[in-house]
């Protein structure tokens, strides 16, 4: 018999215990019980539980001789509570492919800090995400401690080798260049070739909205303001692990937002508009509905990720223009704006970081520039 209980901390913060009854000792004739406490949910105690009895019916000693593998199946069942549907997906995937045949065969508490940083610096040089895979492993490492499978993490104690320092192309078009890719764009979709105007309307959004691909695919209808010219950000579309597409909450809290969107581009969502309308009807679907979504393919479904990036490929390929990623052209957007004289606030709500250093950061050389122009635009200001 076990209860569970959740009791608060000496720093506010809340936890669970679980105390089991283990039966009468023989030598003493009192009653036997076990206590453990410090667990983030009912469901970790449970499982913490459900260890120890098992070890404890067996005679042995609570040091849960368990592979990587079998704990990593255990964790799952706690983390999938605690993530975005898309967040779990993804740790399964880098799992599978590399956490796994890493450490997957070997005992938890067998498991050294040496033999991880091994696996560390391997994974520093070959892979360029070696920090996230060194991070979730380590997650699930410190999921055992917290079971008190073992005393300490060893992932936790390797050394994090130095990023390699390789020269980064521009990930963002000036003025120039992004008036020539929407020229290519146009072109593209004038082919005899059956190419449809959402492409347009998908990389007008992108470039002059500066949203997250994920955010510009989870658009509907009932998201767009007509009389106001506005655009309501508040949800983003993602893959869960069987890949199947998933509407879910924004990256952050303040991702949720709404911006304005110039003339032009509200007259481009008109005009897809009406043509949306008569496609889907063209293929037996009605999409006169606030909740239809602004992109889809001939289903009426939201468009799948991958389908976008080919978009880019072929236009880069066909034109051939600068490489840029699809999300290039949200630091083209803000760029762009910083160059145009908005100020780091405007650009932080536009782009919906969590703060004006994130935008600092990520566009410092944009500011450096604008404060070595300061000097000269006072200067010319007020020179008489």
Same mark, same amino acid.
């Given at each position: 018999?076990?209860?569970?209980?959740?009791?608060?901390?000496?720093?506010?913060?809340?936890?669970?215990?679980?105390?089991?009854?283990?039966?009468?000792?023989?030598?003493?004739?009192?009653?036997?019980?076990?206590?453990?406490?410090?667990?983030?949910?009912?469901?970790?105690?449970?499982?913490?539980?459900?260890?120890?009895?098992?070890?404890?019916?067996?005679?042995?000693?609570?040091?849960?001789?368990?592979?990587?593998?079998?704990?990593?199946?255990?964790?799952?069942?706690?983390?999938? +509570? $605690?993530?975005? #549907?898309?967040?779990?997906?993804?740790?399964?995937?880098? =799992?599978? @492919?590399?956490? %796994? &045949?890493?450490?997957?065969?070997?005992?938890?508490?067998?498991?050294?800090?040496?033999?991880?940083?091994?696996?560390?610096?391997?994974?520093?040089?070959?892979?360029?995400?070696?920090?996230?895979?060194?991070?979730?492993?380590?997650?699930? +490492? $410190?999921?055992? #401690?917290?079971?008190?499978?073992?005393?300490?993490?060893? =992932?936790? @104690?390797?050394? %994090? &080798?130095?990023?390699?320092?390789?020269?980064?192309?521009?990930?963002?078009?000036?003025?120039?260049?992004?008036?020539?890719?929407?020229?290519?764009?146009?072109?593209?979709?004038?082919?005899?070739?059956?190419?449809?105007?959402?492409?347009?309307?998908?990389?007008?959004?992108?470039?002059?909205?500066?949203?997250?691909?994920?955010?510009?695919?989870?658009?509907?209808?009932?998201?767009?303001?007509?009389?106001?010219?506005?655009?309501?950000?508040?949800?983003?579309?993602?893959?869960?692990?069987?890949?199947?597409?998933?509407?879910?909450?924004?990256?952050?809290?303040?991702?949720?937002?709404?911006?304005?969107?110039?003339?032009?581009?509200?007259?481009?969502?008109?005009?897809?508009?009406?043509?949306?309308?008569?496609?889907?009807?063209?293929?037996?679907?009605?999409?006169?509905?606030?909740?239809?979504?602004?992109?889809?393919?001939?289903?009426?479904?939201?468009?799948?990720?991958?389908?976008?990036?080919?978009?880019?490929?072929?236009?880069?390929?066909?034109?051939?223009?600068?490489?840029?990623?699809?999300?290039?052209?949200?630091?083209?957007?803000?760029?762009?704006?910083?160059?145009?004289?908005?100020?780091?606030?405007?650009?932080?709500?536009?782009?919906?970081?969590?703060?004006?250093?994130?935008?600092?950061?990520?566009?410092?050389?944009?500011?450096?520039?604008?404060?070595?122009?300061?000097?000269?635009?006072?200067?010319?200001?007020?020179?008489?």
């Amino acid at each position: 018999m076990a209860t569970f209980k959740q009791y608060t901390k000496k720093d506010g913060t809340t936890a669970w215990q679980y105390q089991a009854y283990l039966g009468i000792d023989e030598a003493t004739g009192k009653r036997k019980a076990t206590t453990h406490r410090g667990f983030r949910t009912k469901k970790e105690a449970q499982i913490s539980l459900n260890l120890f009895l098992a070890d404890y019916e067996r005679g042995t000693t609570p040091t849960h001789d368990m592979t990587f593998a079998e704990l990593y199946e255990l964790f799952l069942e706690s983390y999938k +509570l $605690q993530v975005k #549907v898309s967040t779990y997906a993804n740790t399964k995937r880098m =799992m599978t @492919n590399y956490g %796994l &045949p890493a450490l997957g065969k070997y005992l938890v508490n067998k498991i050294t800090v040496v033999q991880c940083q091994k696996i560390v610096n391997e994974w520093h040089s070959k892979y360029k995400s070696f920090r996230y895979m060194r991070a979730i492993t380590g997650k699930v +490492l $410190q999921f055992a #401690v917290q079971m008190e499978l073992i005393a300490t993490n060893p =992932m936790q @104690n390797t050394f %994090l &080798p130095r990023k390699k320092t390789v020269e980064k192309a521009q990930n963002f078009y000036d003025k120039a260049q992004l008036q020539h890719f929407f020229k290519c764009v146009d072109d593209y979709i004038k082919r005899p070739i059956k190419t449809d105007m959402k492409m347009l309307v998908f990389f007008r959004l992108l470039a002059f909205t500066g949203m997250r691909k994920s955010e510009v695919l989870a658009l509907q209808w009932q998201d767009l303001n007509i009389f106001k010219n506005e655009l309501t950000i508040s949800k983003t579309l993602a893959t869960d692990e069987n890949y199947d597409v998933v509407i879910q909450s924004p990256k952050t809290a303040s991702s949720t937002r709404t911006i304005s969107i110039d003339p032009e581009t509200m007259r481009i969502l008109r005009r897809w508009r009406t043509k949306q309308l008569e496609d889907m009807l063209y293929y037996g679907f009605n999409a006169n509905s606030p909740r239809q979504f602004i992109l889809t393919n001939t289903k009426n479904q939201p468009l799948y990720p991958t389908q976008v990036n080919r978009w880019l490929l072929v236009v880069l390929r066909d034109y051939d223009l600068p490489k840029i990623t699809l999300h290039g052209f949200r630091h083209t957007h803000a760029t762009l704006l910083l160059e145009g004289g908005a100020s780091i606030k405007e650009v932080q709500e536009r782009l919906g970081h969590n703060n004006v250093a994130t935008t600092m950061n990520i566009y410092a050389h944009v500011v450096q520039e604008r404060r070595e122009e300061s000097g000269e635009k006072f200067a010319k200001y007020v020179n008489f």
